[in-house]
Protein backbone atom coordinates (compact mmCIF):
# COMPACT_ATOMS: atom_id res chain seq x y z
CA UNK A 1 0.00 0.00 0.00
CA UNK A 2 1.35 3.62 -0.95
CA UNK A 3 2.27 6.06 1.68
CA UNK A 4 0.63 9.51 2.15
CA UNK A 5 2.43 12.74 2.29
CA UNK A 6 0.77 15.17 4.70
CA UNK A 7 1.93 18.75 4.76
CA UNK A 8 -1.02 20.28 6.13
CA UNK A 9 -3.97 19.49 8.72
CA UNK A 10 -6.45 20.31 5.80
CA UNK A 11 -5.42 17.35 4.37
CA UNK A 12 -6.38 14.86 7.26
CA UNK A 13 -10.03 15.03 6.95
CA UNK A 14 -10.71 13.28 3.27
CA UNK A 15 -7.55 10.93 4.29
CA UNK A 16 -9.51 9.85 7.91
CA UNK A 17 -12.35 9.36 5.59
CA UNK A 18 -10.83 7.47 2.80
CA UNK A 19 -8.92 4.91 5.19
CA UNK A 20 -12.42 4.63 7.53
CA UNK A 21 -14.03 3.79 4.13
CA UNK A 22 -11.39 1.69 3.16
CA UNK A 23 -11.16 -0.83 5.98
CA UNK A 24 -15.64 -1.13 6.04
CA UNK A 25 -16.15 1.21 8.76
CA UNK A 26 -18.96 3.46 9.55
CA UNK A 27 -18.37 5.98 11.59
CA UNK A 28 -20.81 4.37 14.07
CA UNK A 29 -18.34 1.62 13.91
CA UNK A 30 -15.68 4.31 14.89
CA UNK A 31 -17.48 6.21 17.20
CA UNK A 32 -17.99 3.36 19.14
CA UNK A 33 -14.59 2.42 19.20
CA UNK A 34 -13.46 5.35 19.99
CA UNK A 35 -16.06 6.44 22.52
CA UNK A 36 -18.02 8.79 21.49
CA UNK A 37 -20.95 8.94 19.63
CA UNK A 38 -21.45 8.92 16.28
CA UNK A 39 -22.15 12.71 15.93
CA UNK A 40 -18.89 13.45 17.95
CA UNK A 41 -17.14 11.55 15.74
CA UNK A 42 -18.43 13.10 12.45
CA UNK A 43 -17.81 16.40 13.89
CA UNK A 44 -14.42 14.94 14.26
CA UNK A 45 -13.49 13.38 11.17
CA UNK A 46 -14.92 16.90 8.92
CA UNK A 47 -12.48 19.00 11.51
CA UNK A 48 -9.58 16.63 11.54
CA UNK A 49 -7.04 19.30 11.75
CA UNK A 50 -8.20 20.08 15.06
CA UNK A 51 -7.69 16.81 17.21
CA UNK A 52 -5.08 16.16 19.47
CA UNK A 53 -1.88 13.46 19.12
CA UNK A 54 -3.37 11.20 21.41
CA UNK A 55 -6.90 10.94 19.82
CA UNK A 56 -5.46 10.81 16.11
CA UNK A 57 -3.29 8.30 17.22
CA UNK A 58 -5.84 6.21 18.62
CA UNK A 59 -8.10 7.13 15.60
CA UNK A 60 -5.44 5.98 13.32
CA UNK A 61 -5.11 2.58 15.00
CA UNK A 62 -8.76 1.81 14.62
CA UNK A 63 -7.92 2.31 11.25
CA UNK A 64 -5.21 0.02 10.79
CA UNK A 65 -3.07 3.05 9.97
CA UNK A 66 0.46 3.98 11.48
CA UNK A 67 1.96 7.00 11.25
CA UNK A 68 5.61 7.59 10.30
CA UNK A 69 7.37 10.52 10.50
CA UNK A 70 10.43 10.91 7.91
CA UNK A 71 12.60 13.90 7.41
CA UNK A 72 12.61 14.74 3.76
CA UNK A 73 15.46 14.94 1.70
CA UNK A 74 16.69 17.96 1.16
CA UNK A 75 16.87 19.08 -2.64
CA UNK A 76 20.42 21.02 -1.72
CA UNK A 77 22.37 19.59 0.99
CA UNK A 78 24.46 22.16 3.21
CA UNK A 79 28.27 22.01 2.87
CA UNK A 80 29.06 19.10 5.30
CA UNK A 81 25.26 17.76 5.77
CA UNK A 82 24.48 14.29 4.19
CA UNK A 83 21.16 12.51 3.86
CA UNK A 84 21.88 9.78 6.87
CA UNK A 85 22.25 13.11 9.53
CA UNK A 86 20.43 12.85 12.74
CA UNK A 87 18.94 15.61 14.53
CA UNK A 88 20.91 16.85 16.92
CA UNK A 89 18.35 16.40 20.21
Do not use: C
Not at 29 to 51: K, M, P
Amino acid sequence: MPGFTVRTADQLPSLLQGFRKETGLTQSDVALRLGVTQQTYSALERNAENIGAARLLKLLGILGVEMVLDKPVPLHPTPGQTDTDQPSW
